[in-house]
C-alpha cells in the first residue's frame, strides 16, 4: 500500500492552512472524503435524485435501487445474513438511541441491568442513563486499568440472573484502546445477555464479521470512514428487529393507517420513518467501495505501522504523557503536554498547520478516571505519513518552546 498514490485520491489534503501544508489527524473525530466519493454523490445529485420506495417513475426507481444497492453494500461489509438486518440511521448515536427505545424501552423493566465500559463514549452512556431514569433500569461499569484496557475479572463478575444487555465500545474513541468483544460476547451470551457493540471507531479501520463476532446490534457511522455526514447503520439480528417497537412513526414505516390502528412495515422499513438520506447512503456505499478496494486488512496493518512510529517519536520528547498505553490499540494518540492545556497546544499546532483534536472526546468518565480535563489526540488514517508523524513531532517541540 502506497499513501503517496492513495493521498491523490484525496483533494483536501493538498490545501493549506495558515501557509502551511495540511496535516490532517483528526480522523477519529471525522476521515476525508475521497474524489471517487465525491464523484458518486455528484453523479446522484445531478442525474439520479428523487424520492424512494413511492412512485414507478424512472428517477424514483433508480434512486430506490441505489439506496437498496447501498444497504446490499453495508450487508456484505459486516457479513449480515440478510441486508433486512441493516437500518440506515444519522449516524451511531442514533443508532443506540434507536436500540435503546426499540429494544430496552420495550424489554426491560425496573431492576433489571445494563452492563457498560468504563471506555464508552457519551453516545453509548447518555441513552441507557435515560432508560435508566425512565424505568429505574440498572447501570453498572467493567472499571479500567492505568493502561486504558478493561479489566477482565471483574467484568465476569458483573453478570448476575438480572443482566439483560452489554452495551460495549469495540475501540475507545478517546484511547484506541481495542476491546476483545468476541470472547466478552462469548460470555454475555452464556448468560442469555444481548450485546449492543459501538463500532463507530473499528469500522473505518478492521475487517468485520459480524456472524462470526455474534454480536446482536453493532453501530456505525459513514463519515468515519470516508463517506458522507448524516448516514449510518444500526445492523441487528433479524430475530430481535421484528419484535422491536420503531423508534419514530411516519411515512414508509407503515403497511396501513387508519385513525383506530397503524400496521407497521416489515424490517428494515419499519425503522426508517420519513425520506431518508438517499444521497448520503448511495455515498456510504461508493466509501465502502472505495476501502474495500484498498483492503481493511492493508489498512490496518499500515495504521498500526504508523501508530507504531508515532508512539516511538512522542516518547522521545521530554514532559510528555501518553493517556492510553493498551497493548492492543487502534490508531489513536492521546497525550498531555506538561504545563500545557490541551487546547492551547492545538490552537499553535493549528497555527502550522496540523489539525488534531484537544479536548475530553466526549468520553468525559474516561478522563476522570486518568484525572485530566482533557487531552490532545493524534488519529491517523492511511492516508497519513511518517512524513507527517514527523511535522507533529515538530509542532509539539515548538509548543514546549513558546511555554517553557
Known amino acids: 500500500m502506497n499513501p503517496e498514490v492513495i493521498r491523490a485520491d484525496f483533494p483536501i489534503l493538498d490545501m493549506k492552512v495558515n501557509g502551511q501544508p495540511l496535516v490532517y489527524l483528526d480522523n477519529a473525530a471525522s476521515s476525508q472524503m475521497p474524489q471517487p466519493v465525491i464523484d458518486r454523490l455528484m453523479r446522484y445529485h445531478t442525474s439520479e435524485h428523487a424520492n424512494i420506495h413511492r412512485a414507478v417513475h424512472y428517477l424514483s426507481e433508480t434512486a430506490t435501487r441505489e439506496f437498496e444497492s447501498a444497504r446490499e453494500k453495508v450487508r456484505s461489509f459486516l457479513n449480515a445474513r440478510e441486508s433486512r438486518e441493516i437500518i440506515f440511521t444519522r449516524g451511531t448515536t442514533e443508532a443506540i438511541n434507536l436500540a435503546m427505545h426499540g429494544y430496552g424501552r420495550a424489554f426491560l423493566k425496573a431492576g433489571d441491568e445494563i452492563i457498560l465500559s468504563a471506555l464508552e463514549h457519551h453516545s453509548n452512556i447518555v441513552p441507557w442513563q435515560m432508560l435508566a431514569h425512565e424505568k429505574g433500569v440498572i447501570l453498572k461499569v467493567i472499571p479500567m486499568d492505568d493502561d486504558g484496557v478493561l479489566i477482565q475479572e471483574e467484568f465476569y463478575k458483573l453478570f448476575n440472573a438480572n443482566t439483560r444487555l452489554l452495551a460495549l465500545t469495540h475501540v475507545s474513541n478517546a484511547l484506541g484502546t481495542v476491546n476483545p468483544i468476541k470472547a466478552m460476547i462469548s460470555h454475555a451470551h452464556q448468560y442469555g445477555v444481548p450485546v449492543l457493540i459501538d463500532g463507530a471507531q473499528a469500522a473505518p479501520h478492521k475487517a468485520?464479521?459480524?456472524?462470526?463476532?455474534?454480536?446482536?446490534?453493532?453501530?456505525?457511522?459513514?463519515?468515519?470512514?470516508?463517506?458522507?455526514?448524516?448516514?449510518?447503520?444500526?445492523?441487528?439480528?433479524?430475530?430481535?428487529?421484528?419484535?422491536?417497537?420503531?423508534?419514530?412513526?411516519?411515512?414508509?414505516?407503515?403497511?396501513?393507517?387508519?385513525?383506530?390502528?397503524?400496521?407497521?412495515?416489515?424490517?428494515?422499513?419499519?425503522?426508517?420513518?420519513?425520506?431518508?438520506?438517499?444521497?448520503?447512503?448511495?455515498?456510504?456505499?461508493?466509501?465502502?467501495?472505495?476501502?474495500?478496494?484498498?483492503?481493511?486488512?492493508?489498512?490496518?496493518?499500515?495504521?498500526?505501522?504508523?501508530?507504531?512510529?508515532?508512539?516511538?517519536?512522542?516518547?522521545?520528547?521530554?514532559?510528555?504523557?501518553?493517556?492510553?498505553?493498551?497493548?492492543?490499540?487502534?490508531?489513536?494518540?492521546?497525550?498531555?503536554?506538561?504545563?500545557?492545556?490541551?487546547?492551547?497546544?492545538?490552537?499553535?499546532?493549528?497555527?502550522?498547520?496540523?489539525?488534531?483534536?484537544?479536548?475530553?472526546?466526549?468520553?468525559?468518565?474516561?478522563?476522570?478516571?486518568?484525572?485530566?480535563?482533557?487531552?490532545?489526540?493524534?488519529?491517523?488514517?492511511?492516508?497519513?505519513?511518517?512524513?507527517?508523524?514527523?511535522?507533529?513531532?515538530?509542532?509539539?517541540?515548538?509548543?514546549?518552546?513558546?511555554?517553557?
Do not use: W
Request: charged content about 20%.
Open 208 to 404: 468485520l464479521d459480524v456472524q462470526d463476532l455474534d454480536c446482536d446490534f453493532y453501530a456505525f457511522s459513514s463519515h468515519k470512514l470516508c463517506g458522507p455526514t448524516g448516514i449510518g447503520v444500526l445492523y441487528g439480528k433479524a430475530e430481535l428487529l421484528e419484535r422491536m417497537q420503531p423508534y419514530q412513526g411516519g411515512g414508509d414505516m407503515i403497511l396501513s393507517v387508519t385513525f383506530e390502528k397503524t400496521y407497521y412495515n416489515v424490517i428494515p422499513h419499519k425503522f426508517e420513518a420519513g425520506t431518508p438520506a438517499i444521497a448520503a447512503a448511495v455515498g456510504l456505499g461508493a466509501a465502502i467501495d472505495y476501502l474495500q478496494a484498498v483492503g481493511l486488512e492493508n489498512i490496518d496493518r499500515y495504521e498500526q505501522e504508523l501508530l507504531d512510529y508515532a508512539t516511538v517519536r512522542i516518547r522521545e520528547l521530554d514532559r510528555i504523557r501518553i493517556v492510553g498505553t493498551a497493548r492492543e490499540k487502534a490508531a489513536v494518540l492521546s497525550f498531555e503536554v506538561e504545563g500545557v492545556h490541551p487546547h492551547d497546544v492545538g490552537t499553535i499546532l493549528n497555527d502550522y498547520g496540523i489539525a488534531i483534536r484537544t479536548g475530553h472526546h466526549c468520553a468525559q468518565p474516561v478522563m476522570q478516571r486518568f484525572k485530566v480535563p482533557a487531552t490532545a489526540r493524534a488519529s491517523f488514517a492511511f492516508y497519513n505519513t511518517r512524513s507527517e508523524v514527523d511535522r507533529l513531532i515538530e509542532g509539539i517541540i515548538k509548543v514546549q518552546g513558546i511555554f517553557q
